[in-house]
């Protein structure tokens, strides 16, 4: 259910990013079989709504910038542009692959600064290549995969990369659930 809340969240824009932390802080709790109900969702989103707004203001910016140059140089065909395309394309995936570690990392740690915890996730992503680029791309397909089947999996696609994106750090982070 709290899936399905995550999803409607989506749809309203302003309650996204703070569903979206909410539902990695719900994920955590469920790691450490405790058990949640939608008080936690609730205490969660609203506890952590401005700096969930911080990191989703970062969003916006950082693909609408990079949307812009896709969609402005689309029909250019010179050869400098068509690299600069490439490199906004492996900008995009770097920027997916270190936000996957954001809401995890800034649950786990106690400086919850957003400079902090983004440089935290570039970390991770840099020190883990394999990993990130595994964890990046199985999260990419199932997102596609999502979208493609509708409701079929979009109402599990939040929790399940939220549950998986705190297991993925605390394996890196070398730690194991709270008991």
Known sequence: MLNLVWLLAQATVVLGPPATAAL????????????????DFWRALTANFGRAWLWGAAQLVVYG?????????????????LALR???????????????????????QTDKRFTTT????????????????????????????S??????????LGAWLALWGVLVVRQLLGRQPRR
């Open 118 to 145: 983004l440089g935290n996730a570039a970390k991770m992503a840099l020190l883990n290549p394999g990993a990130t680029i595994v964890y990046a791309l199985l999260a990419l397909v199932l997102i596609v995969s």
């Open 65 to 81: 910038v990079l949307g812009f140059n896709f969609v402005a140089y689309a029909k250019t065909t010179d050869w400098p542009i």
């Open 24 to 39: 990695v802080a719900v994920a955590a709790q469920v790691a450490d079989d405790e058990l949640v109900d939608f008080g």
């Open 86 to 108: 490439y490199a906004w394309g492996l900008l995009a995936l770097g920027w997916f692959a270190v936000n996957l570690y954001y809401w995890p990392l800034n649950h786990a």
């Open 147 to 156: 979208t493609l089947s509708g409701l079929l999996l979009g109402t599990v």
